[in-house]
Nanobody
Framework: QVQVVESGGALVQPGGSLRLSCAAS????????IVWYHQGSGKQRESVAS???????NFADSVNGRFTISRDNAKSTVYLQMNNLKPEDTAVYYC????????WGRGTHVTVSS
C-alpha cells in the first residue's frame, strides 16, 4: 500500500519561506496529478496547488504568485515552495493524488507567526 509522507513544515515568521515535500513510496507518482491541500484549525481541507504528470500547475487564488509546485519523478517527490508566508497560511498541509486518492498521510504543520 502506498504511504504518503509530507514533511518540511515549521514555525516561520510572516514573510518567510518554506519548502514542503511530498513523498509517496511504491507509487506511480510520476504519472499522477498531485494536489497539495491545507486544513486550518476548525476548517475543511481545501486544495492549494496541483501539478499534472506533464508539469502543468494550478494554484488557489490565495497563494497564487507566492507558492510554486514542482516534482522530481526520480525521487518520487513533489515539492511546494511557499514564499512570503502569511498568518492565514497556518494549517496542516497534505498531499495526495487528484483521482483515486491514496490513504491520507499525517500531514505537516505550518505555523506562520511572529
Amino acid at each position: 500500500q502506498v504511504q504518503v509522507v509530507e514533511s518540511g513544515g515549521a514555525l516561520v515568521q510572516p514573510g518567510g519561506s518554506l519548502r514542503l515535500s511530498c513523498a509517496a513510496s511504491g507509487s506511480a507518482i510520476s504519472t499522477s496529478t498531485i494536489v497539495w491541500y491545507h486544513q486550518g484549525s476548525g476548517k475543511q481541507r481545501e486544495s492549494v496547488a496541483s501539478i499534472t504528470a506533464r508539469g502543468f500547475t494550478n494554484f488557489a487564488d490565495s497563494v497564487n504568485g507566492r507558492f510554486t509546485i514542482s516534482r522530481d519523478n526520480a525521487k518520487s517527490t513533489v515539492y511546494l515552495q511557499m514564499n512570503n508566508l502569511k498568518p492565514e497560511d497556518t494549517a496542516v498541509y497534505y498531499c495526495n493524488k487528484a483521482l483515486n486518492p491514496w490513504r491520507w498521510g499525517r500531514g505537516t504543520h505550518v505555523t506562520v507567526s511572529s
